[in-house]
């Protein structure tokens, strides 16, 4: 299984910015970040995918620091206007 720091991330791919490195630890532990950056959720969309990784795909419960940070980036980095802006590309 690849871990997220054995990746290489572009800046295209997940934008810097604060949580970014949590979203990286996170979620490509598991899984590839395509899938992340193809959901574009907003917050309350993405709480619930956390909950359902948490719940159905036994994703480590995430400290509610660590959790506040992803969910902040995501919101804004990972969302449908910015979906909608890369379909347009």
């Known amino acids: 299984m690849a871990h997220a720091q ?13 949580g970014r490195e949590e979203v990286e630890i996170y979620c490509a532990s598991c899984h590839s970040l395509k899938i992340v950056t193809q959901q574009g959720l907003d917050r309350e969309g993405w709480d619930e995918v956390i909950d359902l990784m948490v719940e159905e795909m036994n994703m480590e419960e995430m400290p509610p620091e660590d959790r506040k940070l992803v969910l902040d980036y995501l919101a804004e980095h990972i969302d449908i ?3 909608r802006e890369r379909r347009k590309r």
């Open 6 to 18: 054995d990746i290489e991330i572009t800046e295209e791919e997940l934008p810097l910015g604060e």
């Open 81 to 83: 206007e910015r979906l």
